[in-house]
């Protein structure tokens, strides 16, 4: 059973930084055969790709609304994805989800692609 945990969420004010950590536990396949991604998830939105890395960690992917902000990367001696967050602007508000695909199947930007999700961590930027 894979198991999924993020953390580092919070409250910061515009223009700060946060940096979001996601382990995962469990399953059939060691960290280094998923692709991993982090989501978000505003209130009344649709959930949202935000991040993508590859197994190996040299391929990274954003959503243009982060690019130059936000920096996604992967330890898989740690089993951990991160996602640093820097230069926050209030509609970076919503809760962020780490979620992970088999490696074959890449880093894409839909949900429906990934099989296994965090709790989520909320993420709030004050103006």
């Known amino acids: 059973q894979v198991q999924m945990v993020e953390s580092g969420g919070g409250l910061v004010q515009a223009g700060g930084s946060l940096r979001l950590s996601c382990v995962l536990s469990?399953?059939?396949?060691?960290?280094?055969?998923?692709?991993m991604a982090w989501f978000r998830q505003a209130p009344g939105e649709e959930r949202e790709f935000v991040a993508g890395?590859?197994?190996?960690?040299?391929?990274?992917y954003y959503a243009d609304s982060v690019k130059g902000r936000f920096g996604i990367s992967r330890d898989n001696a740690k089993n951990t994805t991160y996602l640093q967050m820097n230069s926050l602007k209030p509609e970076d508000t919503a809760v962020y989800y780490c979620?992970?695909?088999?490696?074959?199947?890449?880093?894409?930007?839909?949900?429906?692609?990934?099989?296994?999700w965090g709790q989520g961590t909320q993420v709030t930027v004050s103006s």
């Open positions: 890395v590859s197994w190996t960690g040299r391929n990274t």
């Open positions: 979620a992970a695909t088999p490696a074959l199947y890449g880093v894409t930007d839909s949900t429906t692609r990934y099989d296994y």
């Open positions: 469990g399953g059939p396949f060691s960290f280094s055969k998923y692709s």
